[in-house]
């Protein structure tokens, strides 16, 4: 493309890296940062650059914090005997929208994975294992992905607390609230079946 | 939704702010941009700051420029005598893109519309005349939507430039390359019927 100017081009390379983002959208981004008011994109700009250079990771929870501590690990309120495991950052913000969780959490990174390389020493495992033993934590929520790969780290992480005396729990598989039988795939019916719970619970 | 950290909240509602892009789409931008290396968001915050700080407009066309002259306008190789007018300079880019005209611009800023309080006092029509009158034009190219307000705009830019010996022409409308008849609306049609052009042109 031909570009009336270099900043504007080196705006749209930029944009256009974000993810789902292409030269069209990013162009229209840049298009509408011009048309509004300087703050608009110096505000943008600030944002963007504070994200990852002030950002660090929680000592405890390794989730994203402004601190030493997130805002979760440092609210006297929240229950710190309960341990959610997820995968990232992403995963705690989808939880703590259903209101329904008061325990913390423990962000691992990524989920083990050896086509791409990804094994337990890559992800905050054995900081989980500690808190596991020097905490007294009663029960840890295993939250990762009903992959093979989300699978096999809940089934790692189990191995390796197997002689601590916390209970290790699962988050509920089955038919999603407002899914109809005949669009589920066989697997998850044919388990919601095999895993029935109690009407009345 | 409950945030970890206040650098992620302000990153995602800058973000948010963008065309077409939500607090999903906007947490998505920052999880990737955090999973990046540190110099994909100062970059990106450096483009964003310097789009809006540091250009300006032609003095000429009223095109984005990076000083006081556009690269089109800076161009010797550009044909000074033809200027095709627009309403921004998202359709400069588009008429760049098919590299089938060497001539110069004109970036009104807009188009005549009452009922967003835009009159042609508020466009760059009076420097369009300027340049008409002082310069040595051959002929303009209208090159506006084919909505009522673009249709307006154009009538007032040929009303006004009526004494002037300068050709006035608009581009092309009719059945787009590709396109079918069947699903053409029935005013384009009809003008393409009324409007045809010799087969051997």
């Known amino acids: 493309m031909n570009y009336p100017s270099k900043l504007i081009e080196e705006a749209v390379n930029e944009l256009s890296k974000l993810p789902g983002v292409g030269k069209k959208s990013a162009m229209r981004f840049a298009l509408f940062l011009l048309k509004k008011d300087e703050n608009t994109s110096i505000a943008l700009a600030d944002a963007v650059r504070n994200l990852r250079t002030k950002t660090t990771y929680c000592k405890i929870c390794h989730n994203i914090a402004d601190d030493s501590l997130c805002n979760i690990c440092n609210n006297s309120k929240r229950n710190k005997t309960l341990i959610c ?5 992403r995963d705690v913000l989808a939880i703590e929208n259903t209101h329904q969780y008061d325990g913390t959490y ?16 890559e992800l905050k495992i054995e900081s989980l294992l500690e808190r596991v033993r020097s905490g ?4 840890i929520i295993l939250a990762l992905s009903s992959t093979m790969e989300g699978d096999t780290t809940s089934f790692y992480i189990t191995k390796k607390l197997k002689d601590s005396p916390i209970k290790i729990s699962s988050i509920a598989r089955g038919i999603p609230v407002g899914g109809e039988l005949e669009f589920a795939d066989e697997i998850t019916l044919g388990r919601s079946i095999l895993k029935r719970v109690d009407y009345n619970n």
Chains 1, 2 share one sequence.
């Open 85 to 89: 495991v997820v995968e990232d950052t």
């Open 106 to 121: 423990h962000v691992l990174g990524g989920i083990i994975s050896p086509i791409d390389g990804i094994g337990p020493s």
């Open 136 to 139: 007294d934590i009663v029960e």
